[in-house]
């Protein structure tokens, strides 16, 4: 048995279904919703890749606003003094609220955390392993 129908009679929906697929972001929540952000070297700037990660997750605020919680905990290779770099690691967190802020993400909602050159995740040796301790991780919760 073999069935068939007519798409002349689905042209309006088919339309507006075609459209919506076309609309949807090609990531999901569980895409972004643990995400490392990576810096330049003593600086607030982020590098191309983590500028990238950072729209996405604009974007998907844009379109689904409803977070629950978002964690920023911001650190910092072990170049410079103690204080400038808890310094720098608070102001890259506030930075990512701030645009977060801006998505339409109630700022209650943000919880900041500067931990400095505390917690590495690679030696300080040489500059490729540093650069892996200048990071913002972002965590994210939806009821």
Not at 11 to 23: D, G, L, M, R, T
Not at 31 to 41: E, N, R, S
Not at 109 to 127: C, F, L
């Amino acid at each position: 048995m073999a069935v068939g129908l007519n798409a002349s009679n689905f042209a309006v929906p088919y339309e507006s279904f075609a459209q919506c697929v076309a609309n949807l972001l090609p990531y999901s929540f569980d895409d972004i919703a643990y995400t490392i952000l990576a810096y330049k070297k003593n600086s607030t700037d982020l590098t191309k890749y983590s500028q990238r990660r950072l729209n996405m997750i604009g974007q998907y605020l844009q379109e689904d606003s409803d977070m629950d919680l978002v964690l920023l905990d911001g650190y910092s290779d072990s170049y410079g003094g103690r204080d400038m770099n808890k310094t720098l690691s608070v102001s890259r967190a506030v930075e990512i609220k701030n645009y977060f802020s801006e998505m339409g993400v109630a700022p209650q909602r943000i919880d900041v955390t500067g931990h400095g050159e505390r917690r590495h995740i690679a030696p300080n040796s040489n500059e490729m392993s540093r650069a892996k301790n200048r990071r913002v991780v972002i965590r994210m919760a939806k009821p």
